[in-house]
């Protein structure tokens, strides 16, 4: 059975995309920790990311790099932070966090019921950011 991210990246469940490439996607996490809260998945469907080969591997952490750049440039906190967890969802997947506290970077801290448009502004924020820097994998 496809996991719900697989879901989320192959269309049959909404997501508020920022990046698409042939080998992985960023889109928001709908129960963010802080506004921004980006999630990096790889299209292969992987449950633990120490599984990921080599290049995959490196393709997504440099992509949670670039959309941290965005993150830092769309909001300004202190830092972007950065959780591997893999718990919650058997797909290898990367937490990207504005923050300006350590305690923020926590999900006893998500908001559970975020307003839909405060999400599309965190989306529209990060797109401007990535196109403000050149990349042509903005996804809309």
């Known amino acids: 059975m ?3 991210f697989t879901r989320i990246i192959e269309g049959e469940i909404p997501g508020r995309f920022v990046w698409k ?3 992985c996607v960023a889109f928001l996490t709908i129960e963010p ?4 809260h980006t999630l990096v998945v790889p299209r292969e ?5 120490i599984d990921l080969d080599t290049e995959l591997c490196s393709h997504v952490f440099e992509v949670a790099r670039i959309i941290g750049r965005a ?5 300004h906190p202190r830092r972007v932070g ?3 967890v893999g ?17 923020q970077l926590s999900f006893a801290a998500v908001d559970r019921d975020p307003s839909p ?17 050149g990349r042509a994998e903005v996804s809309d």
């Open 82 to 84: 950065m959780l591997i």
């Open 2 to 4: 496809p996991s719900v």
């Open 45 to 49: 469907e992987i449950d633990h990311w």
């Open 87 to 103: 718990d919650e969802v058997p797909h290898a997947h990367l937490h990207l966090v504005p923050i300006d506290n350590a305690g």
């Open 33 to 36: 920790m802080r506004p921004g």
């Open 71 to 75: 993150q830092n440039a769309a909001f």
């Open 117 to 133: 448009a405060a999400l599309d502004a965190a989306a529209d924020a990060i797109r401007e950011q990535l196109r403000s820097m």
């Open 21 to 23: 490439d042939d080998r």
